[in-house]
């Protein structure tokens, strides 16, 4: 049986890594799972609840849950914003003393997942029939490991690609050091961590980096690459998508 999923790309992606969403649109067509994509989809509001403007991540909870009424499932591709959806969504829905918005979107948060806990937990799958041959390292972004706990399953989705070969990442738990604005206000601390995820990458001796959120992807690409380690980085959905129908995306 089909299934029909609705996709929640993310602002961040959408606007700077639609490869991912056309990684991800591939690997779940795949798995005989048709994608619909809402265009009004726009910012789930984190960025905005993160650094105290909720009357704006109000708004924005609105419309997320009107882009992505009567859908029976949500795939995202950001397990920062999943953890979003599921920690905060209620309690800014709350605050408006609307009872169809709060029973709207308490219909709607159980029905989202993060793009690996879909596929492992929902659908039940491990191996999509990806290939690619290089040394990976996996870091686990403080949101899926501390809020979403999906540690797991990223890691037996890379498991089972075959060719690659799983290194371990020393001290993968701790952060890389961006945490959205956290970067920007706290840019010496932020920069120290980074320092510390980029040795233990280097000393991982992996040839990718791969990550469920691209934004901390991004902050340990820029020091990757101006260190000139030579290591890439990619999301687990365009790792996935690798080496089906013969090329990559």
């Keep these: 049986m089909t299934r029909t999923v609705s ?8 606007m700077m890594f639609p490869k991912t969403a056309r990684a991800a649109v591939k690997v779940l067509n795949k798995l005989n799972v048709k994608v619909r994509f809402p265009d009004e989809q726009t910012c789930c509001g984190q960025i905005h609840f993160n650094t105290g403007y909720a009357p704006m991540a109000v708004s924005l909870v609105k419309h997320f849950v009107e882009s992505f009424r009567g859908s029976d499932e949500v795939v995202a591709l950001s397990a920062s914003c999943t953890a979003m959806v599921r920690e905060h969504y209620l309690e800014l829905a709350s605050r408006t003393h609307d009872n169809e918005l709060i029973s709207r979107t308490e219909e709607l948060v159980p029905k989202v997942f993060e793009f690996s806990e879909y596929l492992t937990g929902v659908l039940g799958v491990t191996d999509v029939g990806a290939y690619y041959p290089h040394k990976v390292s996996y870091h686990p972004t403080c949101h ?7 540690y797991h399953s990223a890691v037996e ?3 089972a690609v075959k060719g ?3 290194v371990d990442l020393p001290y993968a738990e701790q952060c890389c050091g961006f945490g959205g604005t956290f970067s920007v206000k706290n840019s010496a601390m932020s920069t120290a961590m980074l320092a510390d995820k980029t040795a233990s990458i280097v000393n991982a001796r992996a040839e ?5 959120d691209n934004s901390c992807l991004m902050h340990i690409s820029g020091a990757l690459r101006k260190n000139g380690t030579g290591v ?6 365009e790792v996935l998508a690798q080496g089906m129908d013969g090329g990559e995306i």
């Design 208 to 212: 990718t980096v791969v990550a469920v």
């Design 7 to 14: 996709l929640f790309v993310s602002c961040f992606n959408d």
């Design 164 to 166: 690659l070969e799983l």
């Design 144 to 150: 899926s490991l501390r809020s979403l706990h999906i």
């Design 157 to 159: 989705l890379l498991g």
């Design 232 to 237: 890439s980085v990619m999301h687990l959905a």
